[in-house]
Nanobody
């Protein structure tokens, strides 16, 4: 059974930092590209960062480029998101998910519970 458990969120001041973690299971972690998504109140869920299966290639949405860093530890089946220079508009619930591997294309259901990031000004 696929399970995704996000953690590390919290309430931080504008300009602060957080490190999010995602413990993944149920799929062979090291063959999948992985992604971080976020959903702000009243908005659709959006992908903010992705990383290739090896960790060598990363991609970011323009809104987070230069502030967010995605990484992974394939030995621990864990995905990370380092978030620096937080802004009020980064307030959202953050989720991780499996992306592509071979002909299999995510993101997949079920999603995890997410972790809430709230930025106060």
């Amino acid at each position: 059974q696929v399970q995704l458990v996000e953690s590390g969120g919290g309430l931080v001041q504008d300009g602060g930092s957080l490190r999010l973690s995602c413990a993944a299971s149920g799929r062979k972690f090291d063959i999948y590209a992985m992604g971080w998504f976020r959903q702000a109140p009243g908005k659709d869920r959006e992908k903010v960062a992705s990383v290739s299966s090896s960790g060598a290639i990363t991609k970011y949405d323009d809104s987070v480029k230069g502030r967010f860093t995605i990484s992974r530890d394939n030995a621990k089946d864990t995905l990370y998101l380092q978030i620096n220079s937080l802004r009020a508009e980064d307030t959202a619930v953050y989720y991780c998910n499996f992306l592509s591997a071979g002909t299999s294309s995510g993101p997949f259901d079920p999603w995890g519970p997410g972790t809430q990031v709230t930025v106060s000004s």
